[in-house]
């Protein structure tokens, strides 16, 4: 099992110039490797600031299967859900899977508005559904 860590989005934002995260948690992205999955984490607010740092993780796992834990982000925007969907086609394409395991409110009623959550959510009820 190996673990990687990511700079929080904050630094990012001082070195780059790029306005912080204002939720008043630090941006983080953190994978676990187990056997045949891999796991990501994410804690704060995706959107259009945030979103690149978790493509950057998710294009390296797009050939395997990866299941992406939203429990603690705090807002998400378009952004996020085009992430989202993005990665979904792209993982099903090259062989992969992406997968949502436990997403917040803020995440889950993106899903919902928009229609998407059938999308990683198609047997409601199911334990990987957050919110039956």
């Not at 929080?8 to 983080?28: I, M, R």
């Not at 995706?46 to 978790?54: K, R, W």
């Not at 949502?100 to 334990?127: E, K, W, Y």
Request: proline share 8%; net charge negative.
């Amino acid at each position: 099992m190996s673990r990687t860590s990511l700079a929080p989005h904050a630094q990012l934002a001082d070195v780059k110039g790029w306005p912080s995260v204002t939720s008043g948690l630090p941006f983080s992205v953190d994978a676990v490797d187990v056997l045949d999955t891999v796991l990501v984490q994410v804690v704060s607010e995706l959107d259009v600031d945030t979103a690149p740092e978790l493509s950057c993780v998710l294009r390296l796992v797009e050939q395997r299967h990866c299941e992406l834990g939203l429990s603690q982000v705090t807002f998400a925007d378009s952004t996020a859900l085009n992430l989202l969907t993005r990665h979904y086609r792209h993982a099903a394409a090259k062989g992969g899977t992406l997968s949502l395991v436990d997403v917040s409110l803020p995440i889950r009623h993106l899903l919902d508005i928009t229609g998407t959550a059938a999308l990683f959510f198609p047997n409601p009820g199911q334990p990987n559904d957050p919110h039956p």
